[in-house]
């Protein structure tokens, strides 16, 4: 077989996808339930090269890890519900001043200390709105071991296109259970690199003028070329400006980079959909629940179907309403008061053949948590 076969925990695999993507930086104060990330950074950066440190805070965390982006690093750091309160100003700096990094969520229940060694999946409208100000983001999840490589691997593969943060919205179930993990040789799934910029040394470099393909090539912050790095509306110098006309271009770049690339950025998974007439939606580990209620109804001759998402944001309306619309009922499984189910809701044609299967307690939603939402909605046994 190609490659290197291990049995790891999803903390574990997202490293081992960082690594494989390039990463050589990693900022990050320890938290539960995504320690395992740091813990194993700081053992295997080192050995490669790469740079590990351990910071005061979470806003440290990810101040550094912005400033060694700016450098030429390709950037992670990790933590769970409190820690990405704590990031979200300098999360929000690194979406105005376009800086490609990683930052993984492993999300546990909240508000506040919350729930801290049980799984939650709370922090997907955080993740959408958590920076104050009008802006697109890019969030991603995965169900299993093998799909937390490879959406890693993507994450970074999408910052360093767009020039964007993008966010891993794990949670504690895939964070901390254990499957067998395949990785591949180097280089048979693809790896994006920075984009430099040609503009030679010496001349005027702009820092924020995008070629005719939209990307903005990049020059290492304190090498070849001076330029302005800014949290404020600029110019394409990067120097401050309030001009209106600068102002809306900016932003209309900004959320139009991310909101009109969504067959570049969205993936899901379809599994029996074609002739589905309930359609379960989840992600992440309740994805894991709604595969195994979609297969026991599939033995039983029932046309169940599961779409699971793997982008969470930009959500994936088109291909929600592509399945959904088609299916009698709609069934989002996950793991909050609703989150995802209102988004759902907000790209059907129907919305009222929309129903939530949820919890919210600290406990994987089971099998027989999705059979009774069936059981009422279909008004049969199940």
Not at 34 to 41: C, D, F, R
Not at 162 to 175: A, C, K, N, Q
Not at 250 to 260: F, G, P, S, V, Y
Not at 351 to 379: A, Q, S
């Amino acid at each position: 077989m190609e490659g290197k076969v291990k049995f790891v925990q999803g903390n574990e695999a997202c490293v081992e996808g960082a690594l494989y993507a390039g990463c050589n930086f990693f900022a990050g104060y320890p938290i539960t339930p995504s320690t395992e990330v740091a813990e194993l950074l700081a053992s295997r950066l080192p050995k490669g090269g790469g740079k590990f440190i351990q910071m005061e805070d979470e806003i440290a965390s990810m101040c550094a890890i912005i400033g060694a982006s700016l450098t030429g690093s390709k950037t992670l750091t990790a933590t769970s519900g409190p820690g990405f309160s704590l990031k979200q100003e300098a999360l929000g700096y690194a979406i105005m001043a376009e800086i490609p990094c990683v930052i993984v969520n492993v999300q546990r229940g909240g508000p506040s200390t919350g729930n801290p060694t049980h799984v939650a999946q709370s922090d997907v409208m955080q993740a959408r709105w958590g920076t104050h100000g009008d802006h697109s983001i890019v969030a991603m999840t995965a169900s299993n071991i093998q799909d937390i490589f490879e959406i890693t691997i993507d994450a970074f593969n999408i910052a360093e296109t767009f020039r964007t943060p993008v966010i891993l919205l794990f949670d504690e179930v895939v964070g901390h259970m254990r499957e067998k993990l395949v990785i591949p040789e180097q280089g048979k799934i693809p790896v994006i690199e920075r984009l430099r910029t040609s503009v030679p040394p010496g001349t005027d470099y702009h820092p924020y003028l995008p070629r005719t393909d939209g990307r903005l090539p990049m020059s290492d912050f304190g090498g070849e070329h001076r330029y302005n790095v800014t949290g404020l509306f600029h110019d394409m110098w990067g120097f401050p400006s309030e001009k209106p006309e600068l102002v809306h271009n900016l932003m209309r770049h900004l959320i139009d980079k991310i909101d009109t690339h969504p067959n570049q950025i969205c993936k899901t998974k379809q599994y029996f959909l074609d002739d589905a007439e309930t359609v379960l939606v989840s992600y992440g580990a309740s994805a894991r629940t709604a595969m195994e209620v979609m297969n026991y109804s599939r033995e039983r001759e029932r046309k169940v179907g599961l779409l699971e998402l793997q982008t969470l944001w930009p959500f994936p309306r088109e291909t929600v309403a592509k399945y959904c619309d088609q299916a009698k009922r709609v069934i989002v499984v996950e793991m909050n008061m609703g989150q995802v189910m209102e988004q759902v809701k907000a790209s059907v044609k129907y919305p009222n053949h929309v129903f939530l299967c949820n919890r919210y307690d600290g406990t994987l939603i089971n099998v027989d948590d999705v059979k009774n939402v069936l059981r009422v909605i279909e008004g049969r046994g199940f």
